[in-house]
């Protein structure tokens, strides 16, 4: 089955075969995709639409001195098997090898690493004028989907294609999905687009002074070569609207495009125990039911914070999907809330991070009662585009923001159920990543605040964020036992303020404070303790993560890196060598 | 002259003037509008434009009942007027009471603060979707300018106005100007519905699926009261699409209207001295003319950067305003670096948040070697919208950023001169507040990490950041006068690494560590050090701004608050009795 595909070492190689070679080609890659995403997990359905337009951009353009893009990179395996990579999805033995997206560590064919959307164009732009001012003449393409078109960075970009005014032909992959259903006004346009095989009366990529052609089937490889054919050398901008299908060829694709957009890999087990994903849907179901005025509003990003198709069916007018417009959302929210009504934005760390200046202007400066749900915080064996370790940097530090870390179940649910009503302040309440049972009572509403000692004791007292009150337990419990010392145990619940009672009291029976953050230090919550007791001779040690991008690192080596163990924890306790408590 | 202003109160007294007296009215806004700004200074030429526009709008609808949102609120003086703020432009013993921007705390009629711009349009969808859920039955109304529009924020706005689908009217105020000329492919269309008067063959507000209405004089209060009147109460969304006059009826302002979208006070005194604005902009003169793959970007605000026209002139094809896109100007400069340009990016630290994903993504996770120049950032007494405090929690906390705070002009240029050409990395440099000459030498780029100790003492180091080497210095000086202890001073020339050799020379012969940083101290630089030494003896005393939003608070008057005084300082390390130095 792999004939054509296992002689292609280069995009070279693609040029040298025939048109009808190019179809067998795609079948190949399809089969590969599917066997390998069906196995180790990935981006499935957006990678099968766009097998043939990747053969005919390497067969029509010239990489890398044409220089291709991906916006967001989640349609780039195809790509990556025609450009030296195709072991990785045809080999099981290899299967993983590359990453889910654009990796210029990987290849010279990759330009970006790249997995938030909608900033391709832009990217294109700059390699674009930097050809021109470099007296070059090579194609520069950007390939976005239809999806990634609702983020305003895509419509800066197109705006500014049209200033940059020289060659640079955007791809327009319209499968007629985003990772959910499209949300927006465009997308009736791009319909309209389609219906009309490109010929509407209104055009909105030429109302921005962009040249426009259309292809009704954006999986017909001569199709595609004939049209790129056309603009490749074209001295102005083009955006060229393919038509494509999701998940094309495989029929489980084909039906469910939304739950095949990224696939977990066939070992995954399904977790037995509630998520908070459930939970979460479970308290704002309620919630619902009983205001009208509660509303759940996600951008563009469903899955990723259990907002199933079936539940935001069931919400009806209470569920709002805003695109992939991170910005908008937060603002939305903050208008919404100024109208009275109770808006609950939930999001995804690494995608909050497009609204930092909308969290500080619209939410903080406004004292906006919006609530935030940020899920994904934390480390997690994922890609470096796609860490979840700034969330705490980003809000923590942003006046005006309330930030909650529940570290159990009760906890979340009584902050979650206390932020909706309130109505004096934004809440963002980082939900954690893994469910720990208990912790009835522990939130106190009228002094949100407030920490929680779980443990009283002395020297050692240990400050956890969310989760991490386990590693503290289980490191108090080693201490216990090794050095005989009965540490005190206290839970964070608010990473915004600081409990200055409770650490002015800790100043008085201890001598070493641990703080434990599942992110960065650099900007997070250790360093501010840190800074609170500079002036004492109270010691303090931070555990967290580097400031660095975390690469599909196992999270049991990463956590051995950052000494996030009870084992290191105590050994670099007892390395202090402060008191007498040793053996 | 104020026969009618000084009668209105409430914009209900609006409502009871005839047309020719709304004429009347028009013309004694405007000459107080002149008058006042010319004297305490504020933004002319865009308020100058929207005069009749606020008294129709106000004369047609009925806020705060109905809703009104002012994009930026550039154009909010008239209003403020005529919500009974009139005497805060009129009597010259109020001037100033009134901020320059929309503000709740002020007036009813404002919803919001705003300052950054292309948001109101989120802002307006999310009071229509509250007051759909909540059954309420008003009119939202969105004030957007043209140069607005190019901000991604806006389009993401527009296109979810579309999905909200009920009542929301979107005045887009198109004065034909940005700040400065606007530029993006979405201007030539404006100017093709303005020669077309509104019926051009393409649309690109109809292509997203809002209805559009046009109205050729925007200046013309009788027009926009027919327009305005005929969109009350209007079922769905609708883009009234106003060609107004920037800087209309003070000649100054019409001849140049970017020279006076924002005049300095009467009072202000011209700097004598070279600035930083003057001197990046010969540093780069010299750099471009020798190397034309050297470019600065601007994201449509080159005045608070020094971007003069005249310079933008004479760099030619090596300059590029992207619009008030700071999202895209970071993502196009990391294209450009990657094509093999130099791109420079110049932009205040209030809306570099706008691009804290880009800071990540686009800069630090693909390494790419793109010079940041952050200007505006430290304290200053400005409104709280416009804050430059946030910069160092932004930039200094993001993996593969090399972040540079020079204190003196030499480090400066030494630093820009070196970050132009290198290659391997993205650099941010803090632009330092004021100019402090010398430095020579200092800076070495073979150790772009390494700070610099500009006086080697005992017992107490200052750090500092910028210009607050000059505190650090007094201090020192105070502290050596009163107490006989001469203090180590060290310039922390890299405030996104740590020059961990002198932090642990430090350790030797020093029992306080100082740190001094013009921004907040949460999620800052300081806090970093008080964690290095967390474990240590070293005391550490953090100086900086608290997490809170200035709000036009003189520079003395928060310096104090914050201790931010020699006097202080020196105090507070006598209070801390460490040793014997105490006479």
Redesign the interface.
Same mark, same amino acid.
């Given at each position: 089955m792999h004939g054509h595909l296992e002689q292609i070492e280069s995009p070279m190689d693609v040029r040298r075969l025939g048109l009808d070679e190019l179809e067998e080609l795609a079948d190949e890659i399809r089969s590969a995709l599917v066997t390998c995403v069906g196995t180790i997990g990935g981006h499935l359905a957006s990678n099968l639409g766009f097998v043939e337009a990747t053969i005919a951009l390497h067969y029509v353009f010239n990489t890398p001195t044409d +220089?291709l $893009?991906f916006d967001v990179s989640h349609q780039c395996y195809a790509h990556k098997m025609l450009t030296g990579r195709a072991a990785s999805y045809t080999d099981p033995s290899q299967y993983g090898v590359c990453s889910g997206f654009t990796n210029?560590d990987e290849s010279e064919h990759d330009?970006?690493? /790249?997995?938030?959307t909608? +900033?391709g164009i832009?990217?294109?732009?700059?390699? *674009? %004028?930097?050809? #021109?001012?470099?007296g070059k003449h090579n194609n520069v393409v950007a390939v976005i989907g239809d999806g990634s078109l609702?983020?305003?960075? /895509?419509?800066? =970009?197109? #705006?500014? /294609?049209? $200033?940059v005014g020289t060659n640079l032909i955007v791809v327009l992959n319209d499968n007629e999905m985003s990772i959910a259903p499209n949300? =927006?006004?465009?997308y009736?346009?791009l319909a309209e687009l389609r219906r009309t095989g490109g010929a509407a009366?209104?055009?909105?990529f030429?109302? @921005?002074?962009?040249d426009y052609r259309y292809v009704e089937d954006g999986n017909d490889v001569r199709a595609l070569v004939r049209a790129f054919a056309q603009v490749k050398d074209i001295d102005h901008p083009v955006v060229v609207h393919i038509h494509t299908r999701k998940g094309k060829g495989c029929e489980r694709a084909e039906q469910n495009p939304e739950a095949t957009h990224f696939v977990a890999a066939a070992s995954a087990i399904a977790p037995t125990t509630q998520t908070y994903q459930e939970l979460t849907r479970a308290v704002l179901d309620n919630k619902m039911r009983r205001d009208?005025?509660v509303?759940v509003v996600n951008a563009g990003a469903p899955s990723g914070v259990g907002l199933t198709p079936e539940f935001r069916a069931a919400c009806g007018? &209470?569920f709002?999907d805003? =695109?992939i417009?991170e910005?908008?959302a937060v *603002?939305?929210? *903050?208008? @919404?809330?100024?109208?009275?009504?109770k808006?609950v934005f939930m999001v995804m760390a690494t995608f909050a +991070?497009?609204a930092? #200046? +909308?969290f500080? &202007?619209?939410l903080?400066?406004?004292h906006s009662p919006v609530t935030v749900l940020v899920f994904g915080a934390g480390f997690y064996d994922i890609d470096?585009?796609h860490a979840g370790t700034?969330d705490i940097? !980003?809000t =923590?530090? $942003?006046?005006?923001l309330t930030c909650l870390a529940p570290a159990t179940r009760e906890e979340y649910v009584d902050m979650l159920e206390w932020s909706i009503d309130q109505r004096e302040r934004p809440v963002v309440i980082r939900v954690p990543e893994r469910m720990i049972e208990g912790g009835a009572g522990v939130f106190d509403p009228d002094h949100p605040g407030r920490w929680h000692v779980a443990q009283a004791g002395s020297r050692i007292a240990f400050l956890s964020i969310g989760a991490t009150c386990e590693l503290a337990r289980s490191a108090s419990e080693l201490l216990s036992k090794k050095d005989g010392v009965h540490a005190t145990l206290v839970e964070a619940l608010n990473y915004s303020s600081f409990d200055e009672a409770l650490l002015d009291e800790l100043l008085e029976r201890h001598e070493v404070v641990v703080t434990l953050e599942p992110g960065?230090?650099?900007?997070?919550f250790?360093?501010?303790v840190?800074?609170y007791?500079? %002036?004492?001779?109270m010691? $303090? !040690?931070?555990y967290g993560g580097k %400031?660095?991008?975390l690469d599909r690192v196992p999270t049991e080596e990463f956590f051995k890196i950052y000494h996030f163990t009870d084992e290191d924890i105590v050994a670099d306790i007892e390395a202090?060598e402060l008191g007498t408590w040793h053996r």
């Open positions: +220089q $893009v210029p330009l970006f690493r /790249a997995g938030h909608s +900033q832009s990217l294109a732009c700059g390699l *674009a %004028k930097a050809r #021109d001012l470099l609702s983020g305003g960075e /895509a419509f800066e =970009g197109l #705006d500014n /294609a049209a $200033v949300s =927006g006004g465009i009736e346009h009366q209104e055009n909105l030429r109302a @921005m002074g962009l009208p005025s509303i007018n &209470q709002f805003t =695109g417009t910005q908008h *603002a939305f929210c *903050a208008g @919404m809330a100024k109208g009275g009504a808006p +991070q497009r930092f #200046d +909308q500080i &202007q619209e903080g400066l406004n470096a585009t700034f940097v !980003m =923590g530090n $942003v006046p005006g960065i230090l650099c900007g997070g250790g360093e501010k840190a800074r007791y500079g %002036k004492t001779s010691r $303090v !040690m931070c %400031k660095e991008f202090l």
